[in-house]
């Protein structure tokens, strides 16, 4: 079956660190960019990091540079967004995607995504 499942979300406090991670299977995810996107309550979900297939080429949003860090493992067909200084405005639901064309534009990273995980919660609360 062809899926993207998302774990390691949860309750965690403002600088607190969390390691998501996003397990694939059915497909050989070295072909693709693989990327983690938020989205805030009655916010529009936005692109927080992308790991490009080409090269292993790492892109970040603005607002997370220095504190969150893209990785995969290719024989676990694991990829992991290490989440370090959280900070309040950072609860969201945390989805990752693999697709193509990974770019940072207006800040953020966008993709044309070809499959969603179902998103793992994160609550960055005192």
């Known amino acids: 079956q062809v899926q993207l499942v998302e774990s390691g979300g949860g309750l965690v406090e403002p600088g607190g660190s969390l390691i998501l991670s996003c397990a694939a299977s059915g497909f050989d995810v070295d072909m693709y960019d693989l990327a983690w996107f938020r989205q805030a309550p009655g916010k529009e979900r936005e692109g927080v990091a992308c790991?490009?297939?080409?090269?292993?080429?790492?892109l970040y949003a603005e607002a997370v540079k220095g504190r969150l860090t893209i990785s995969r493992d290719s024989v676990k067909k694991t990829t992991f967004l290490q989440m370090n200084d959280l900070k309040l405005e950072e609860t969201a639901v945390y989805f990752c995607?693999?697709?193509?064309?990974?770019?940072?534009?207006?800040?953020?990273?966008?993709?044309?995504?070809?499959?969603w995980g179902k998103g793992t919660p994160v609550t960055v609360a005192s």
């Open positions: 790991l490009k297939a080409r090269y292993g080429v790492e």
């Open positions: 995607a693999v697709g193509a064309a990974c770019v940072v534009r207006e800040n953020v990273v966008t993709a044309s995504v070809d499959l």
